[in-house]
Nanobody, 123 residues
């Protein structure tokens, strides 16, 4: 089973960009689909993006067109490039791995979670 560690969070002004990384331990990273979720204070966890074992990607409606998920299996890392950030994007962002076949938009699908990284967007 993989272990996940996120990085890249921080404080950014509205309209700015950040790239989050999620590094996975273990030799089976390529066999997992990967997802990003976020949770803002007082709100439920929200699906952000997912990438399957190939190049198939999926996005939440609120980030479509602004965020891009990608993976580099040689580095055991999944990325979330975030552009045109809004105050409403402020949240703890967590990556997750799942060994099955989805549904990728549901957090219950995922087997392993990272600890999360904070993203704060100032307005």
């Amino acid at each position: 089973q993989v272990q996940l560690v996120e990085s890249g969070g921080g404080l950014v002004q509205a309209g700015g960009s950040l790239r989050l990384s999620c590094a996975a331990s273990g030799r089976t990273f390529s066999s997992y689909a990967m997802g990003w979720f976020r949770q803002a204070p007082g709100k439920e966890r929200e699906f952000v993006a997912a990438i399957n074992r190939g190049v198939g990607t999926y996005y939440g409606d609120s980030v479509k067109g602004r965020f891009t998920i990608s993976r580099d299996n040689t580095k055991n890392t999944v990325y979330l490039q975030m552009k045109s950030l809004k105050h409403d994007d402020t949240a703890v962002y967590s990556c997750a791995a799942e060994a099955g076949s989805g549904p990728y938009r549901s957090g219950a699908t995922y087997d392993v979670w990272g600890q999360g990284t904070h993203v704060t967007v100032s307005s």
